[in-house]
């Protein structure tokens, strides 16, 4: 089969159903991977999510705040995340991952409705409007997962209305930067208003937008950065927890996730302390998933001086092997390789790094497999049900950028034999 897939022919026109932040040219050839692989791989997902979710309780206490301070919080955001928290936890995310000696490694778990990539189906409908590409799926019974059809599954389950009205909310002059997933939502039956932080305001308790447009259920496209330097968007979100907690209309998510679903809270994972929690079965999970990962910046308190002394020195001997990344960072800005700096930069850049919240991570070598030439990173989706599909970006090997981060960045379509 992959042989046959090798023979079709490539393409690199852009999918012709609107413009999406993820809108990127596509790789010459749509994916084929093994269905049953993923849905294992997602019930790993669902396995070290639990895992994530129990660190407070096992060795913070049960403290929420002193969870996030350990992961190095400023304090003002973490008293954001606390009060736009609704104190329930929805499992839903996208683990962003490498494949690697034939298995997936998570380098980002990004945990939240504000995750990107859920329009990516459009891509798997652009590769099959080509008849020799749809001639081969159905030759081979290939299928693919849209996550926005397990999103508007979802949000119907959350709200207990099979025909909700669903509210969209972004930060403020995001100009419908979320105009693409909300088409895809309306694939699936869905009636959608696309609305920012301003617009938000109450009606009987419930949610309403611009023109007193109730919504059932209300999808957070916003950060708690947006939150941090908006006033308007300070007021938004406590009314949308308060209409939350009495009632009347669903917020998916509050910013429950991010407590969470930081490049900080996997490298907590490979502290002693905690992995002192951990049972046997929970360690061998981490040590297959997670690559080692560890709290290098000076704004980790958990840090005393003489263990940042020590895994400094320890990064400088291992520059080639490692990733400097911003723990809350998005869209790969400030990620520094080791093997792409002279010694000198890296020991000053470890030092002194562009964010007191850096975090080193074990550099994971993504295989070639169908992807020859490329990097790639597998963006797998998962939720209640466990794996819910997948947005594939990859970028040439030879572009010396960051997947995701660099303007030679491709989209991908995977579909699965099962």
């Not at 840090?303 to 869209?331: M, Q, S, W, Y």
């Amino acid at each position: 089969m992959l042989d046959e897939l090798r023979d079709l022919t490539a393409t690199t026109a852009a999918p012709a159903e609107g413009a999406s932040p993820y809108e990127r040219p596509l790789l010459p050839r749509p994916i084929v991977h093994s269905g049953a692989e993923l849905r294992r791989f997602g019930d790993d997902l669902s396995g070290l999510l639990d895992i994530l979710v129990s660190l407070p309780g096992r060795c913070f206490g049960g403290s929420v705040e002193s969870f996030l301070a350990a992961q190095g919080r400023p304090s003002r955001a973490a008293g954001v995340i606390c009060r736009g928290s609704t104190g329930e936890f929805e499992r839903y995310g996208r683990a962003d991952s490498v494949l690697s000696g034939g298995r997936f490694r998570v380098i980002e778990f990004n945990l939240g409705s504000d995750v990107g990539g859920v329009d990516i189906a459009r891509v798997n409908r652009a590769f099959l409007r080509r008849p020799d590409v749809r001639e081969f799926a159905e030759r081979h019974a290939l299928a693919y997962q849209d996550p926005a059809e397990a999103l508007a599954a979802r949000l119907r389950r959350a709200c207990g209305n099979p025909d909700p009205v669903v509210g969209i909310v972004e930060e403020n002059g995001a100009n419908g930067t979320c105009g693409q997933i909300a088409r895809a939502l309306e694939r699936h039956g869905l009636r959608v208003e696309l609305a920012e932080l301003g617009d938000v305001h109450t009606v009987d308790g419930r949610i309403a937008l611009r023109d007193s447009a109730v919504v059932d259920v209300v999808v957070r496209y916003f950060f708690v950065d947006h939150v941090l330097r908006d006033r308007a968007g300070q007021r938004a979100m406590d009314q949308l927890v308060r209409a939350h907690q009495a009632g009347k209309t669903v917020l998916f998510t509050g910013f429950d996730s991010d407590v969470y679903g930081s490049k900080a809270a996997l490298a907590l994972l490979h502290l002693d302390a905690v992995r002192a929690t951990l049972s046997a079965a929970e360690r061998d999970l981490v040590h297959r998933l997670v690559p080692w990962t560890a709290l290098v910046g000076s704004g980790f308190g958990i840090v005393g001086p003489a263990e940042r002394r020590e895994l400094i020195d320890l990064c400088l001997a291992r520059r080639t092997e490692l990733v400097l990344k911003p723990a809350f960072g998005n869209n790969s800005v400030g990620v520094r390789f080791g093997a792409r700096m002279t010694e000198h930069e890296w020991a000053e850049l470890l030092r002194a790094p562009v964010s007191a919240d850096c975090v080193v991570q074990e550099h994971v070598s993504s295989d070639g497999g169908q992807l020859t030439g490329h990097v790639a990173n597998w963006g797998v989706f998962v939720g209640d049900e466990g794996y819910a599909g997948v947005c594939l970006r990859a970028l040439a090997a030879a572009d010396r950028g960051v997947v995701g981060g660099s303007d030679g960045t491709l989209i991908g379509g995977v579909f699965t034999d099962g």
